[in-house]
């Protein structure tokens, strides 16, 4: 391994403009002549639009127009769209209803938006919104999964029953059912898994420039994926041909998933600059990004696990309501489906699993993928029904689970997808030693003495990642394929560019990536830039998001560097005057066998541009590859998590004392960035199990509106994790990695919650289980006080 | 945020002039709480008098039996003064609990016990140790000065100039925070000063700061965490919202006044 190759912990080379404030985001790109967009929005959850009057609004000073949905439609912008097909049981298409980017005739949730005000400055849009006067017409708002399917809810889509999307399943049932019947024992569950504000630290922005000169349209937008940004919008909205538009997401401050959906409001932006001629910056607020961006989770779920007198669990069973919000976002239908329901064997030999879904429309803001997307879900089910099962079977948590581990591989669980390798037993087993899970009686006998209620609490969790192989997941119903672009460009001084799909914002590509190209050419790391974030530079890519980076985005850099060496093979064989066969490649040195004739890369890339060596007969100058990559399979990146805390008996405040972290992401390119996202993604599954829930009252007001209200976990509510590793390689692409940017978030919320209810001796407590919660359960449980 | 007029007097008495003429102008001290709901434009205060330039407003002195803040000293200077630290360590605790750093380098003593947020930290300690509230026109004694959410015994025009604190012996804050904003979802004070016997509650009443005179009869025979072992309050009047029931907020009120008077016995 050299300093700079895969393996190594290198610094960050993008941190030195990030911790210096000399990013690039978005709302730091200014246009001259720049106009500022604000919104009006519905103050109302659920309500028709009588009629808008902007009359006032446009004779308030520094106006520059004022629009609304009506001349959207008018211009025939096209509504927004979601992009993966999702069938009901009954084969009936899902139920899309009209999202238009500003709302004409009727609102259906806080924060939709009816109008916008452009103006000279953003204080004189906010003067000028105040005085657009829109007359609603309030109706009832529903605002639970669980009850937006009733009789008596109010309907918010026309022509859509009950509020019903689809009615989604995956499994028998038959043999599903059949086994519970013979099945000695059955532990059954109600969870709620909560729903999350994502937060990112920089909020959503949009800056159009239309040029009346080109017609282009440029549109920079803080976005996981512009080129997909661009194809919808414009395939399906319609704004401009694909050609004419240019999408730029610069440096992107968090994106967690809330930035892979394209929003009304980059929408409206490049809309209205078209119409204003002139360039429009919208910059979100944090109360407008509380509203607006697409929120995570809110799953109602009941679930049933079958086993055998040993513990062997014989089948599981869900039923699952998924709140989509008030539209459907950019790829909200797969989440609760295809990300959720194909993860629910987890790490276990289950025969056969049932699950039953059925997405909703409520007056919310609507819910799409974060951190995990569905995978954080099905392991909260599976880790929750495994625990519980092995406590009212008497059996110790980590053995129930080691008795049903998978063990042969390749593995097909009965709901798709199919485990190519990976070793639980290996990673449940470092993770005991780390945590020193021998010694925990003791320690909870300790911490009763200090009036601590200790418990500890596992999560042996699996995720699909690497998404995903294109024709698989075309035969599920996306839009799209999710497969992965690179382009290598060797620059005739043999430093190098790669361009790639993939997208960074905050992950650390500019240093992986490069650390890939350093160790395979053996040129410094600091010869090496990534270029990623534009359409008109970067071939088609499709963005980051799924943990798929590293095994997708860096498999596609890997298939370009092949061909890079092929060709460079073939310019030194000129420059050395050997066979093409007998040139070697190592350590960005070629060489002819047995011999020691050599030319170093810098040389040969010369050559390949100056082309002196051979003629345009025998070799096309230059030395640039391109690779499209499409992964054979997901990766299963697997691990344990053990989690162990206190209960403060008199006040129901949990601190977590000790947090083990084992993970299997097969080859690391960079432990310290892998380790950072581990702790991140630990951070935000803590903040989901402790802290955060979004509130809605039933009148559909967020009451979780603010940090004020919505508690985000900071540093100090975590303790320092021990992380370690386990390695099984990926066989399903060239490098062997797994991905490991969800991991944390989709292991950490079962162990919390695994740990809790173990020290407080309760069998379910909802998320999150703030100090309250905790201490009411202890109430009704009566807890007997510590010795 | 809208538009307003902004003015910054040298003196109490510019300032007292200028609210005078502004009847709907605010008084600037560390912005912390005014500033947020102008830039939401759920406050629009047509002139902003900023205390910043006024001389004497700061600073904390021991004078004799009681420690006087200056109504614009800020929360990291109270939290940080040695004189303080070194007589009433129970009240120096108080402002270092208050938010973040950003919030303790210009949050101000005058300008929290002005706005008497339900939740926030120095209602407690000064209705907790029976302070003096000094205006430029009187003094009010921390008991009349607290009169409900928000509301206080302050007149139009009246500006805090210092607040006196009597030293004593035994004098501590427990407070649970607010787990997203930080304020006290929860927080006790308890002091002792010769036969004068306080607790102080802050965050959990909805009617604002209020005493336990229940827990301060039973005090009195000895002021220790054992006297009130057993102890509770009624839940009627406890603030209720998504973050904790009326029963929570009066279990913890018990629960903090023992932990309040074991480090105040410590």
Same mark, same amino acid.
């Given at each position: 391994m050299s300093a700079t190759g895969i393996g190594a912990p290198v610094r960050r080379k993008e941190d030195f403009r990030f911790i210096t404030g000399q990013g690039q985001y978005t709302d730091d790109v200014t246009r001259p002549g720049e106009t500022r967009a604000v919104f009006v929005r519905s103050p109302h959850a659920h309500a028709n639009i009588k009629s808008i009057d902007v009359s006032a609004a446009k004779t308030?000073?520094?106006?520059i127009d004022v629009l609304t949905g009506a001349q959207l439609a008018t211009d025939k912008i096209g509504n927004l769209i979601c992009g993966w097909m999702i069938h009901s049981k009954d084969g009936s298409p899902m139920k899309m209803a009209a999202h238009p980017a500003l709302a004409a005739t009727k609102v259906n949730c806080v924060g939709d938006a009816v109008a916008v005000v452009i103006a000279e400055t953003v204080a004189q849009g906010k003067d000028a919104a105040e005085k657009v006067k829109v007359d609603y017409e309030v109706l009832p708002a529903v605002v639970d999964p669980a009850k937006a +399917? @009733? !009789?008596d809810a109010p309907q918010i889509h026309p022509d859509i029953a009950n509020n019903t999307i689809y009615q989604w399943h995956l499994g028998e049932k038959k043999d599903v059912d059949a086994a519970f019947a013979a099945a000695k024992h059955v532990t059954k569950l109600d969870i709620v898994n909560n729903r999350l504000v994502p937060n990112a630290m920089e909020p959503r922005a949009a800056l159009a420039d239309y040029d009346a000169g080109t017609d282009n349209l440029t549109l920079w937008n803080t976005s996981q994926n512009p080129h997909v940004a661009r194809l919808v919008i414009s @395939? %399906?909205?319609?704004? @401009?041909p694909e050609h004419k538009l240019r999408v730029i997401a610069p440096?992107?401050?968090?994106? %967690?998933? /809330? !930035?892979?959906f394209i929003y009304p409001e980059e929408v409206v932006c490049l809309w209205a600059s078209r119409k204003v001629k002139r360039p429009v910056k919208w910059t979100s607020d944090r109360s407008e990004a509380f509203l607006t961006d697409a929120h995570g989770r809110d799953h109602v779920t009941h679930a049933e696990l079958a086993l055998d007198a040993n513990g062997k669990i014989l089948a599981l069973r869900a039923k699952t309501i998924a709140n989509l919000g008030a539209y459907m976002s950019t790829f909200s239908s797969s989440v609760p489906t295809y990300l959720y329901a194909? #993860? #629910? /064997?987890? +790490?276990y030999n289950i025969p056969s699993i049932y699950c039953e879904v059925d997405a909703v429309y409520t007056n919310t803001a609507p819910v799409d993928a974060y951190r995990g997307a569905g995978r954080p879900e099905a392991t909260f089910v599976v880790e929750r029904l495994v625990e519980v099962a092995a406590r009212q079977m008497g059996i110790d948590p980590a053995d129930l689970r080691r008795r049903n581990f998978i063990t042969a591989f390749p593995h097909q669980t009965p709901v798709i997808m199919a485990y190519d390798g990976g070793d639980y037993n290996a990673s449940l087993k470092k993770a005991m030693e780390m945590a020193d899970v021998k010694g925990f009686a003791k320690r909870k006998r300790d911490a009763a003495r200090n009036g601590k209620l200790r418990g500890l609490g596992y999560s042996t969790y699996i995720e699909a990642c690497g998404i995903a192989p294109s024709q698989a997941v075309g035969s599920l119903g996306a839009g799209v394929g999710l497969w992965e672009s690179a382009e290598v460009r060797v620059n005739p001084t043999g430093s190098v560019e790669v361009l790639t799909g993939s997208h960074a914002h905050g992950q650390g590509h500019e240093t992986t990536f490069a650390q890939l190209v350093s160790e395979r050419l053996g040129i410094p790391i600091e010869n090496v830039s990534i270029v990623h974030g534009d359409t008109d530079k970067v071939q088609f890519g499709m963005g980051t998001y799924g943990s798929r980076s590293g095994a997708v985005g860096m498999s596609a850099i890997v298939k370009a560097l092949d061909k890079i060496e092929i060709k460079a093979k073939k310019v030194a064989a000129f420059m050395l005057e050997a066979a093409e066969g007998d040139i070697e490649f190592k350590d960005g040195k070629f060489t002819v066998a047995g011999t020691d004739k050599s030319a170093a890369f810098g040389d040969v890339a010369l050559n390949a541009y100056i082309a002196h060596k051979f003629t345009g007969a025998e070799l096309e100058p230059g030395l640039k590859e391109t690779s499209f990559y499409d992964p054979t399979n997901f990766t299963f990146p697997a691990g344990c998590h053990i989690c162990e805390l206190d209960v403060d008996i008199e006040t129901g405040k949990v601190d977590i004392v000790n947090w083990t972290a084992v993970d299997d992401f097969g080859t690391i390119i960079n432990p310290m960035i892998v380790e950072g996202q581990v702790h991140g993604g630990i951070a935000q599954g803590v903040g989901q199990a402790l802290m955060e829930g979004a509130y809605y009252d039933a009148n559909g007001q967020l009451v979780t509106g603010s940090m004020m209200d919505y508690t985000m976990p900071r540093a100090h509510d975590l303790p320092s994790f021990h992380v370690g590793l386990t390695e099984t390689k990926s066989p399903s692409n060239p490098l062997g990695m797994k991905g490991c940017g969800e991991a944390g978030a989709i292991a950490s919320p079962a162990a919390v919650i695994n740990a809790i209810t173990d020290a407080i001796g309760t069998e379910n407590i909802a998320m999150p289980a703030t100090a309250s919660a905790v201490w009411t359960a202890l109430q009704k449980l009566q807890a007997p006080k510590a010795a | 945020m809208y538009n307003f007029t902004f003015h910054r007097p040298t003196t109490v008495r510019q300032a007292a002039g200028l609210l005078a003429r502004n009847p709907d102008g605010k008084l600037l001290a560390g912005g912390h709480s005014l500033l947020p709901v102008m830039k939401q434009r759920l406050a629009q205060p047509s002139a902003i008098v900023d205390l910043s330039l006024v001389e004497g407003l700061s600073g904390v002195e021991l004078k004799g039996r009681s420690v006087s803040i200056g109504a614009m000293t800020r929360h990291a200077d109270v939290a940080n003064s040695q004189v303080l630290k070194d007589v009433m360590p129970g009240l120096a605790s108080v402002p270092g609990s208050i938010g973040d750093p950003q919030v303790r380098n210009r949050g101000t003593i005058g300008g929290s016990i002005a706005n008497n947020d339900p939740n926030a930290d120095y209602p407690a300690a000064c209705l907790g140790l029976g302070a003096t509230i000094i205006t430029n026109k009187r003094r009010i004694a921390a008991d009349d000065f607290f009169t409900g959410m928000f509301s206080t015994a302050l007149e139009e025009g009246e500006i805090i100039v210092r607040v006196s604190f009597p030293v004593a012996k035994k004098a501590a804050y427990e407070k649970f925070k607010h787990p997203a904003s930080g304020f006290a979802l929860v927080g006790v004070f308890v002091s002792k000063r010769g036969p004068d016997i306080r607790v102080a509650v802050t965050g959990a009443g909805s009617n604002g700061v209020f005493r336990v005179t229940s827990f301060e009869e039973a005090l009195k025979k000895r002021f220790a965490a054992k006297s009130i072992e057993g102890m509770t309050i009624p839940a009627t009047g406890m603030n209720s919202d998504i973050h904790a029931s009326p029963e929570y907020r009066a279990h913890l009120v018990a629960v903090l006044a023992r932990r309040a008077l074991a480090k105040a016995n410590a």
């Open positions: 308030m000073p520094g106006v +399917q @009733a !009789k @395939a %399906f909205i319609g704004m @401009a440096d992107v401050g968090g994106g %967690f998933g /809330s !930035k892979i194909t #993860l #629910l /064997s987890g +790490q | -």
